[in-house]
């Protein structure tokens, strides 16, 4: 019968397609552009973990198709929440981190598991909510507005606010300007049905707060960038509690040698250095009427950072 | 709040989209699709490798403990997937027993995670099929002179519609599932390596859900039911002949 032969062929090719997959062939793919007659060196991998925050505005895709045929890299970028990228730049599991909680970072830089950090690019958080904004935070400062809230979600059945509860960067931030605020973070938690944790990603936790017609902390970008249409407006866009600084980090070779430190250290030089931080200063700006990112280099001072982590690169 | 039919207008604004992306074949669509095809495909065969001589082995042996390992095998059904992802992730990173063979956020692993979510299901329910093939039939092959292997093949060959059935069920749950497939593979787009990324169709759909973008989260989902329907059409003809 026709059937057993379609059978064995169809299962031959399954075979020969799993071993190679299996094989862990890492021919590239040719580039659609004009083949070079000389053989070029072996592609290279980097392994980035990354916060969602950061990886779903599409700015570090649109840097890797630049940096990756420059460089012949390719950029392999896994995006989680901050508290999870770190973990696994702990084990040792990728090459390079992307995150954005100072604090975590100093703590991961101090306890030798990454090294050479520098600061690439910053915005803002900003607390976003309903346009009738019922708990009247408008143009508050962050702690203002956080202190506003709470009293408010006790009472006021229109006052919710949705907490990212996943221990990401921008939870981080969160639990950060209730302490700014006189709060401790467990009372806050446990304070009433007001306050909810979503557990996910900045855009999911978006959707639910648009859902609720709630108030959240999110970071711009991410703001900006989701692609469905949200009735949330943004209420609180000034303090120093939101700026919002991205840096990266290499894994520390001596714990883990495998490290691609050469490779990291190529691509964390190109990410500072003077016409890359104009590439990603100029991000987004057409698409969605204002950055997305600000340029780190020159801005040390505001930033709080020292000079040397935005401008100098990695010898 | 929108009414129920005002309701129904962006979800066939995202249908639409979706359809216009793949017509026009979008590149990252089509990468998204083969690596999802490729990666279940390997795990389903690979079970099923093992899987086919372990379940005859099983129903067909006499040993003490069969029916409790047959108890065993049949509780794994339920295994939930994210736990399966759980448990290899802390295998196959760096830091894990197996974290020298780099197995972690490559399609590799991914294998190995589906590979471990299809072997209960194809060894369970081929023990219930060929323990189902009547006793008259295999009498009759064992009296006809077959040799144990002889006799294993034809009871599989009598089994097969019930056999081929565990595989296809297999396969659907493999290739729809995406806790063990985010933990295990991270969900990395990869541009300048098609064989290095781990971006398959459902944990596409929780980047782009995540991202709003839900024309492209519907077209993805469009392609997951087509695979299974595609996958159900083709059991169906082989059992049929």
């Keep these: 019968m026709n059937y057993k032969k379609l059978l064995f062929v169809l299962t031959v090719a399954v075979v020969v397609v799993a071993g190679i997959a299996f094989s862990g062939c890492t021919t590239p793919t040719p580039p659609a552009a004009t083949p070079t007659p000389t053989p070029a060196p072996a592609q290279e991998d980097l392994l980035i973990a990354t916060t969602t925050s950061l990886y779903d505005t599409g700015l570090l895709d649109y840097l890797g198709e630049i940096f990756g045929p420059d460089y012949n890299a390719n950029l392999r970028i896994t995006s989680k929440g901050t508290g999870q990228a770190i973990e696994l730049g702990r084990g040792g599991d990728v090459d390079v981190l992307m995150v954005h909680d100072r604090v975590r970072e100093d703590a991961f830089l101090a306890d030798g598991s990454g090294m050479d ?56 931030r969160e639990k950060l300007i209730w302490k700014q605020a006189g709060y401790d973070y467990e009372q806050v938690r446990a304070s009433g049905a007001w306050y909810i944790e979503a557990g996910t990603g900045m855009g999911t936790t978006l959707n639910l707060a648009d859902e609720k017609d709630a108030y959240t902390l999110s970071d711009i970008g ?24 991205y840096s990266a980090m290499i894994i520390n070779p001596a714990k883990y040698p495998d490290t691609k430190v050469a490779l990291s250290k190529e691509w964390i030089n190109w990410l500072i250095s003077p016409e890359i931080q104009q590439e990603i200063g100029n991000f987004g700006v057409a698409e969605y009427g204002q950055p997305l990112f600000y340029p780190a280099r020159d801005n040390w001072e505001l930033l709080n950072v020292p000079r040397e982590e935005t401008q100098d690169p990695i010898p | 709040m929108a009414g129920f039919f005002e309701g129904l207008n962006p979800i066939l604004e995202g249908i639409q989209q979706a359809v216009n992306l793949l017509i026009a074949l979008d590149p990252q669509i089509l990468r998204i699709t083969a690596l999802s095809l490729i990666i279940t495909l390997s795990a389903v065969l690979i079970g099923s490798v093992i899987s086919l001589p372990l379940g005859a082995g099983i129903a067909y042996g006499k040993f003490r403990g069969r029916n409790a390992l047959i108890w065993i095998v049949q509780t794994l059904y339920a295994f939930p ?55 008259t039939i295999r009498d009759t092959i064992t009296s006809l002179g077959a040799t144990r292997m002889q006799f294993l093949i034809s009871a599989i060959k ?41 971006r398959t169709l459902t944990t596409a759909i929780t980047l782009e859900t995540g991202k709003g973008d839900i024309a492209l989260s519907i077209a993805l989902g469009i392609i997951l039911l087509l695979i299974a329907l595609v996958v159900n059409v083709i059991i169906s003809i082989v059992q049929n002949r």
């Design chain 1, 117 to 172: 950090r520098r600061v690439f690019a910053y915005n803002y958080f900003i607390i976003v909510g309903p346009p009738s904004d019922p708990a009247g935070i408008k143009d508050m400062s962050p702690t203002d507005a956080f202190t506003m809230l709470y009293e408010q979600g006790q009472t006021n059945p229109s006052v919710v606010f949705v907490s990212r509860g996943d221990d990401s960067g921008t939870h981080a």
């Design chain 1, 222 to 245: 991410t703001f900006l960038a989701y692609k469905t249409d949200l009735d949330l407006v943004p209420l609180v866009t000034q303090g120093d509690d939101l700026l919002n600084v």
């Design chain 2, 158 to 198: 009598e089994a097969r519609f019930a056999i081929l059935a565990a595989i296809a069920l297999a396969f659907g749950r493999a290739i729809s599932e995406v806790g063990a497939a985010i933990i295990i593979g991270g969900n990395i787009a990869s541009p300048g390596n098609f064989w290095t990324s781990t």
């Design chain 2, 81 to 135: 997937t994210v736990v399966i992802g759980l448990i290899v992730f802390l295998f196959l990173r760096n830091n894990g027993p197996f974290g020298s063979l780099d197995m972690l956020f490559t399609p590799q692993g991914m294998i190995i995670g589906q590979t471990v979510l299809v072997l209960p299901i194809i060894t369970g329910l081929t023990i219930s099929a060929l323990v189902a093939v009547d006793l």
